[in-house]
Every structure is written in structure tokens, then in C-alpha cells.
């Protein structure tokens, strides 16, 4: 996967910001009603055909032994199978509309491990070290990797500093942010589900969705949308960064002020390496990405794609 602007559209990514960029207000008064389902309207944008989503019951054991159903949960968001070119622009008048309509648009399908009713209502335990979620989470990432000897499985002495926390973000007074549109024509379909369609999710910001629609990308190292959530809500206030695409195991943001100096991208550089190491592991036609070459090129990347194997 590439997950760097550079490699998507040919520019180095430490080059001055050229990208055209659109007004998105990131805040909603309180969470939009899910549309009925059929064509319908949104924002003044035209939908084809769509259906609401509402995660499935599923059978529990008890403690005494007896089977339990889980409880009905609400619908989490309204799914249309959109064609791929009609996808890229809906996605933009929906999101232009959404401090009005309270539905974030979001590119995948409801296959994209969404809806999962056991990841909805679970949270882990976590660190409750830091006031901040994001770094109680990252907090829990960075213990998760401290080695440990393998034949007693005790933790061995640290040789790493401590973990540094989250710096704090800054809310716009109006709450718009400048979305770059850079390589909308280009953007590769295969970071996406083959339903390349749009999820609307009812929600006060963008980076509530993966907890509201229960998503399970990361599932294999214990996290969820609540986590993925509280990381998205730190990278939206400090860098403007908004969801736009999940996959099975993929979640994109455009960032609408990426860090500009190498000092801040070193320090982002390391929560993405603690929230999403495959990032920089070895894939099948890319070598391993060093810490250095990634915090580079994280400089003025207008994209952020994550890929959990």
C-alpha cells in the first residue's frame, strides 16, 4: 500500500503544499438521522438507492450455562452502492454538508468489518495514566512492545526512554478545516473494499465512526474502534486530519494540516508507528519503510493510510 502522498501522485511530500482544498466544517450539533431506505437525498447530494445498517443479535453464554440473546442495537449508518467515480465527488458534498445534516460519508461497504455488535459495546480496560484518551491508548501500545524474556515471559529492563505522552491539540473556533483533494482522480481502489460505495454514519465528528460503527480493522493487536477512535479524535484537533475511507484491515485520512517541520513529524511518526507498525514493515512489492524515511515523508503528505495485516 502506498501511504504517502508522494508515491500517489509523484511529488515529494517535504515540497510546498500545492494541492487544491476544500472548506469542511468538522462538527455537528448532534447526530443525523439515518435516511430511509431507497434513492434519497443528503446535503443536497443525489444518492442512488441504499439501505441502513443495523448490526446483527448474536447468541451469548451465560454464566449459569443458559443461552443469551444479545439485545437489538440501534442502526449505525445508511449504505449505498455508489459506482466509483460518482463516490470521490458524493463524498465531498456530503461531507461539505455534514455540520447541517450530522452524517459523516465515509468510502467502503458495510462488509468492511463494521457492525460487529461484541466490538460496539466493548472497550477495553486500558491506561489511565494520561487525562488524554489518545495517550492512554498509545500508552497501551508502547507497554504492549516492551520485550520480555522468553523463557519466563517476565519484562526484561527497559533500554528505551519513557513513553513521552500526546502533545494537545487545538480546536478551530470555527471548526472548518481546509481538506486537500489532492489525487482524487488518482486514488487507488485497491486501498478500499471491491464495494467502493459510501457508509453514512450519524456522528458529531468524523473521528467518532470507527467506534460508532463498531469497526474491528486492527483486530489483531487487541484494538478496536473505541482505541482507533481516540487516536483520530488527538490527529483531528492537532493536524486536521478526517476520516474518509475503511477497509477490512485499511482506514485513510486527508489531513488538512500536516505537521511541516521534521521535529513535529518525528513525533507523529512515532504514534503511527505505535497505533499501526505494519506501516513500516515489509510488504509484497515495498521493502521495510526505517522510522527516519517515514517521519520525512510525513512532512506535508496531505494523505494518512494505515494497513493492519
Known amino acids: 500500500m502506498n501511504n504517502f502522498a508522494d508515491d500517489l501522485w509523484g511529488f515529494p511530500s517535504s515540497a510546498s503544499p500545492w494541492w487544491e482544498t476544500v472548506d469542511i466544517a468538522v462538527r455537528a450539533k448532534r447526530p443525523g438521522r439515518v435516511p430511509p431506505d431507497g434513492e434519497t437525498q443528503v446535503g443536497g447530494v443525489h444518492l442512488p438507492a441504499g439501505s441502513s445498517i443495523r448490526p446483527e443479535q448474536y447468541e451469548y453464554t451465560r454464566c449459569d450455562g443458559s443461552k443469551g440473546v444479545s439485545a437489538l442495537l440501534p442502526h449505525i449508518g445508511w449504505y449505498s452502492d455508489t459506482d466509483w467515480d460518482s463516490t470521490l465527488v458524493s463524498w465531498v458534498g456530503l461531507a461539505r454538508a455534514f455540520s447541517q445534516t450530522g452524517l459523516w460519508p465515509v468510502v467502503g461497504g458495510p462488509g468492511n468489518r463494521c457492525a460487529e455488535p461484541r466490538i460496539i459495546k466493548r472497550s477495553w480496560p486500558r491506561s489511565r495514566t494520561h487525562k488524554d484518551e489518545a495517550a492512554n491508548v498509545l500508552q497501551d501500545c508502547w507497554d504492549g512492545r516492551a520485550v ?136 509484497s512489492w515495498e521493502p521495510p519503510t526505517s522510522r527516519d524515511d517515514y517521519a520525512k515523508r510525513l512532512i506535508n503528505a496531505p494523505v494518512w493510510d494505515f494497513w493492519w495485516d
Open 148 to 283: 520480555v524474556a522468553r523463557e519466563t515471559g517476565e519484562p526484561l529492563p527497559e533500554n528505551r526512554p519513557p513513553f513521552p505522552g500526546v502533545p494537545v491539540g487545538k480546536i478551530l473556533t470555527n471548526n472548518v478545516e481546509k481538506v486537500p483533494l489532492a489525487g482524487w482522480s488518482n486514488w487507488n481502489p485497491g486501498c478500499a473494499s471491491p464495494q467502493a460505495g459510501l457508509l453514512l454514519v450519524p456522528a458529531m465528528r468524523p473521528a467518532d465512526v470507527p467506534q460508532l460503527v463498531g469497526w474491528a480493522g486492527p483486530g489483531n493487536y487487541s484494538l478496536g474502534g473505541h482505541e482507533i477512535s481516540a487516536v483520530l479524535r488527538s490527529w483531528e484537533e492537532r493536524f486536521g486530519a478526517v476520516l474518509y475511507q475503511l477497509g477490512p484491515t485499511t482506514l485513510a485520512l486527508r489531513v488538512a494540516r500536516p505537521p511541516t517541520t521534521l521535529a513535529d513529524a518525528t513525533v507523529l511518526m512515532e504514534e503511527h508507528y505505535l497505533l499501526c507498525v505494519d506501516n513500516f514493515g515489509s510488504q
